[in-house]
C-alpha cells in the first residue's frame, strides 16, 4: 500500500564531491532506486563533480560499484547500467577557475538545476560564489546543503551570511536527514490528523516525553570529525531537536514549509537553558578486544561525549511542567530509535492503591520496526479481584500496510526529490539552525569551561549509570532499551 509514483520533472543535479563517501553510499544508491522506481526518468542528468581527474566512463564505474557494494538489495547490473548512462562527470576545482566552463556549459537550459554541496562545509561560500560568477545561479536553481551545519552559532550564521549573498533563502535546502525518515514524518500525521491526540497533547495530561536515539555503532573511521562535536552537536543539535520540535510544535495552519517552520522554530526559541545538573555525558569504555572512546578517536584526553542525557524543558504555555529527557549514544545495547508521550496516571483511582501506578504510554518508534504502540490499562484476566495490567495496542507499520511498507523511500530518496519538485516542507531554515545554536551554544560552553570528564559506561549498556540517576531524581525512568 504504497503510494503511486509521481515522476518529477526533468533535472541536472551536479554533486560537488560525487566520488566522496556520502555521494557513494546515499546520494547516488538513493538517486539509483528513484530511477528504478520511475520518478526520475527522461532526459534528467546527474553530474559529478569533483578535484580529482576522471573520464565520465571512469565516474560511472565508481558509482556502479558503489551500488553493489552500498545498495546489495536493489542492485540489477542491466538496471545500473541504464542508470549510469544518465551519469557525467566535471573536473572542478572549488576554489579556482578550472571545470566552471564546461560544467557551465552542460547546463545550459531551462530544466531544475540542483548542486549538491557534498563537500566540507569550509566550500560552501566558494562554490556559491563561483556558481553566481559563471552564471549558473537562476531561478531554476536549487542547493543543498548537509550537515554539520556549524559548529556553533557564530559558524553557522557565517555560513548562513554566504550563502545568501548569492542565494534567496528560497533556494537552500539544508538537509537533516532524520526529517527524510518515514516515521518521523509519520508523527506529524499521527498529531495532526487525528482527533484522539491532539487534545491530550499538553502539560495538563502529559506527565513527560523520552526521545532516545540509541546506536550500536562507535565512532568508526570518524574519529577526527566525531571528536570535534560529540554526541551534542553530532545528533541533540539537529536530529532530536528536529525530533523535539515536530512533538511539541503547535498545529501548522497548513502543511507547507513555511507554516510548519515558523512552528519549528517558535519551539527551538522557548527552549529553557539546561543546568549542567541536568546534563549526563557519558564515554564508552573499552571491552575486550574492543578500544574505548578515547583510543577509537585517537586522543586519551579528549573530553568529548559519544553519549548525553538531557533534561529539557519547553517554556510555553502548552508544555510548561512536563519535560522532555534526551538520550543518544554509541555503542549502546540495540539501535532503536523511539520517542515515548508518557501520559499521567489518572487523578484518581477507583480500583484503590493496590491496583498500582498506571499511566498510558503512545511510543513512536522510529527505527527499526517502525510504528507505534499505545500503552493501555485493562483488567488482568482471571478470577478474583480486579488486578490491572498494562499492555500495548501495537500497529507495527509493516503489518497494518502490507509487505509494500518496507518499500518506503529512504530518507535520501524523499529528500532529494523534495529538492527537485521544490518542496522545503522536511529541509532546515537558517533561523531554525541559528536558534538552534543559540541554545545548545551555552550549554556546551558550561561543560568546556568546568571542564568536566564524562562518565564511563560499559559498551552494549544502556549509558552510564548517572543516566538513570537523571531520571530518578525526578522519580521518573528510562524505557528500556531493547536489542
Ligand atoms: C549522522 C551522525 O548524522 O546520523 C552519525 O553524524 C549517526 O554519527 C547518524 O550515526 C545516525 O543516523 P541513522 O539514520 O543511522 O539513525
Redesign the pocket.
Known amino acids: 500500500m504504497v503510494s503511486r509514483v509521481i515522476p518529477v520533472d526533468t533535472f541536472d543535479l551536479v554533486i560537488f564531491g560525487g566520488t566522496g563517501d556520502l555521494a557513494r553510499r546515499k546520494i547516488l544508491p538513493a538517486l539509483y532506486r528513484r530511477f528504478v522506481s520511475g520518478q526520475m526518468e527522461g532526459e534528467s542528468r546527474i553530474i559529478g563533480a569533483a578535484r580529482s581527474e576522471h573520464s565520465k566512463e571512469e565516474f560511472q564505474q565508481i558509482i556502479a560499484d558503489a551500488i553493489k557494494e552500498f545498495d546489495a538489495k536493489a542492485y540489477d547490473k542491466d538496471l545500473v547500467a541504464e542508470f549510469v548512462s544518465h551519469l557525467d562527470y566535471v573536473h572542478v576545482d572549488a576554489l579556482g577557475e578550472e571545470g566552471w566552463q564546461t560544467l557551465a556549459e552542460k547546463l545550459e537550459g531551462d530544466r531544475v538545476k540542483a548542486f549538491y554541496f557534498s563537500v566540507a562545509p569550509s566550500l560552501f561560500g566558494a562554490l556559491a560564489e563561483r556558481l553566481r560568477t559563471n552564471g549558473l545561479a537562476d531561478q531554476n536553481t536549487r542547493i543543498v546543503v548537509e ?1 554539520p551545519f556549524g559548529h556553533d552559532l557564530a559558524s553557522a550564521r557565517a555560513l548562513n551570511q554566504d550563502l545568501a549573498e548569492h542565494f534567496d533563502e528560497s533556494q537552500i535546502y539544508r538537509i537533516d ?2 526529517l527524510g ?1 518515514e516515521t518521523v514524518q509519520n508523527l506529524m500525521a499521527v498529531r495532526f490528523g487525528n482527533m484522539l491526540f491532539e487534545p491530550l497533547w499538553n502539560a495538563q495530561y502529559v506527565d513527560h516525553i523520552q526521545i532516545t ?1 540509541a ?1 550500536t ?1 562507535g565512532v568508526g573511521g ?1 574519529g577526527e570529525y ?1 571528536d570535534k562535536s560529540g554526541a551534542m552537536r ?2 541533540v543539535q ?2 532530536l531537536m528536529q525530533l523535539l520540535c515536530l512533538i511539541a510544535m503547535e498545529p501548522p495552519a497548513r502543511f507547507e514549509p513555511d507554516a510548519v517552520r515558523d512552528e519549528k522554530l517558535k519551539v527551538i526559541r522557548a527552549l529553557e537553558p539546561v543546568p549542567h545538573d541536568d546534563i549526563v555525558r557519558g564515554q564508552y569504555a573499552s571491552a575486550g578486544k574492543n578500544p574505548d572512546y578515547l583510543s577509537d578517536v585517537g586522543d586519551l584526553t579528549s573530553r568529548t561525549e559519544s553519549f548525553i542525557a538531557m533534561k529539557v524543558k519547553i517554556s510555553n504555555w502548552r508544555w510548561a511542567g512536563t519535560p522532555l529527557y534526551l538520550r543518544t549514544g554509541k555503542k549502546l545495547r540495540a539501535r532503536t ?1 523511539e520517542i515515548a508521550v508518557v501520559f499521567k496516571e489518572t487523578p484518581h483511582s477507583i480500583f484503590g492503591p493496590e491496583s498500582g501506578s498506571h499511566r498510558n504510554i503512545l511510543t513512536i518508534r522510529l ?1 527499526p520496526n517502525e510504528g507505534m504502540d499505545l500503552g493501555v490499562t485493562i483488567k488482568e484476566p482471571g478470577p478474583g479481584g480486579m488486578r490491572l495490567v498494562d499492555v500495548p495496542l501495537d500497529m507495527t507499520f509493516a503489518d497494518a500496510l502490507g509487505p509494500d511498507a518496507e518499500d518506503v523511500p529512504d ?1 535520501y530518496e524523499r529528500l532529494i526529490m523534495d529538492v527537485i519538485r521544490g518542496n522545503q516542507t522536511l529541509f532546515m531554515r537558517g533561523d531554525e539552525v541559528e536558534a538552534a545554536w543559540a541554545w545548545a551554544d551555552p550549554i556546551i560552553d558550561g561543560w568546556e569551561t568546568r571542564g568536566d570528564r564524562p562518565f564511563a559506561y560499559d559498551q552494549g549498556s544502556t549509558g552510564p549509570e548517572e543516566s538513570m540517576m537523571l531520571m530518578h531524581k525526578d522519580g521518573r525512568r528510562w524505557r528500556e532499551i531493547k536489542a
Open positions: 550537515k536527514h532524520y525518515k536515539v546506536e555503532v570518524r566525531y553530532d545528533m539537529n536530529h530509535s527505527q530518507a
